[in-house]
């Protein structure tokens, strides 16, 4: 499996980003599908998650996640960011077993996106 992370940028505070990140394989859509971050000096940081059906989620502020199975591709959407909100973002995949905001807990990485928000 493989992942591929995207959608990041450079936006002042108070906008708006939406990340995406497409997998390929036939088994995504049996996976658990995590978004984490990681600030320079900063360990990584779970920040959302979502299960395979979509039923379940988890998201910390004021993201929002959402997956669309059809197209092997999860979504993080980022309204109100913040300058703490810089980092760069990595999508993950969990094969067995639901939410965790462990990563030593996920099986696969994609390969991480830069948000930066300025002042």
């Known amino acids: 499996v493989q992942l591929q992370a995207s959608g990041g940028g450079l936006v002042q505070a108070g906008a708006s980003l939406r990340l995406s990140c497409t997998a390929s394989g036939r088994t995504f859509s049996s996976y658990y599908m995590g978004w984490f971050r990681q600030a320079p000096g900063k360990e990584r940081e779970f920040v959302a998650g979502?299960?395979?059906?979509g039923s379940s989620t988890y998201v910390k502020g004021q993201f929002t996640i959402s997956r669309n199975n059809a197209r092997n591709t999860v979504y993080l959407q980022m309204n109100s960011l913040k300058p703490e909100d810089t980092a760069v973002y990595y999508c993950?995949?969990?094969?067995?077993?639901?939410?965790?905001?462990?990563?030593?807990?996920?099986?696969?990485w994609g390969q991480g996106t830069q948000v930066t928000v300025s002042s």
């Open positions: 993950a995949a969990r094969v067995v077993g639901g939410r965790s905001g462990l990563p030593s807990e996920y099986d696969y």
């Open positions: 979502i299960s395979w059906s």
